[in-house]
């Protein structure tokens, strides 16, 4: 059973033309939800954490935002350098103690 | 500031041979370390994590394992190498749980 389900699996954006990235969970115990970046070939990238419902971190041009079931990444007006695999993840504690998910990803890609 | 460094960048070993991957954090002491294997299409899977020197937890079971000789080091091992321990290997530390995770840029290990 997945823990962490990331949506859509890819995306080709225009320039400019904002949208948003999904990322939904099942885990009880939740005690952070994290979004990364990676590109290829490379170690992810530290973006945000959230830690409680109805929280939300913003940084440039991305803005995360949680509820009690999923998190979304806002783009709003994507340049091209803003292609990547955008990755999901959560720490939660459950009765075997601490857990750790990470979603497959989605790639995005923005077209100049 | 902090900095993870992971060596080598690519490895390539034949079936059945041993296998070392360093990993090594400058900048923070006591940090949680992490090994993942980020196989294609998959999201990352946690192999291991220490809290402390000597201190390994093991998340999946398998073909490798994990010491932690000094604080800020963390080593991955085999003894003898299987084709389906190819993939790309990350390390990674954070100051404690629930805490960001912060990537080295991995390793492409890949099993002839």
């Known amino acids: 059973e997945d823990q962490v389900t990331q949506s859509p699996e890819a995306l080709r954006l225009q320039e400019g033309e904002s949208s948003s990235l999904n990322c939904s969970y099942t885990?009880?115990?939740?005690?952070?939800l994290f979004w990364y970046r990676q590109d290829p070939g490379k170690g992810p990238e530290f973006l945000f954490t959230?830690?409680?419902a109805g929280e939300e971190k913003e940084k440039e041009r991305l803005k995360a935002t949680l509820t009690k079931k999923e998190s979304f990444l806002h783009i709003t007006a994507p340049k091209p350098e803003d292609s990547a695999t955008y990755l999901c993840?959560?720490?939660?504690?459950?009765?075997?103690?601490?857990?750790?998910?990470f979603g497959t990803g989605t790639s995005l890609t923005v077209i100049p | 500031s902090q900095t993870i460094h992971q060596w080598p960048a690519t490895l390539v070993q034949p079936v059945g041979s041993p296998l070392s991957l360093e990993c090594t954090v400058e900048?923070?002491?006591?940090?949680?370390l992490y090994w993942y294997r980020q196989a294609a299409g998959r999201g990352l899977q946690l192999l291991f994590y220490?809290?402390?020197?000597?201190?390994i937890s093991s998340e999946v079971p398998q073909n490798l394992s994990a010491s932690r000789p000094q604080d800020r080091q963390f080593i991955l091992s085999s003894k003898k190498l299987l084709l389906s321990d190819s993939g790309f290997y990350l390390c990674?530390?954070?100051?404690?749980?629930?805490?960001?995770?912060?990537f080295g840029d991995g390793t492409r290990l890949s099993i002839l």
């Open positions: 990674a530390w954070s100051e404690g749980f629930y805490q960001p995770q912060h």
């Open positions: 885990v009880s115990g939740l005690r952070g």
């Open positions: 959230l830690y409680s």
């Open positions: 993840a959560v720490q939660a504690v459950s009765e075997t103690g601490n857990q750790f998910y």
């Open positions: 900048g923070t002491s006591n940090p949680n």
């Open positions: 220490s809290v402390g020197i000597g201190q």
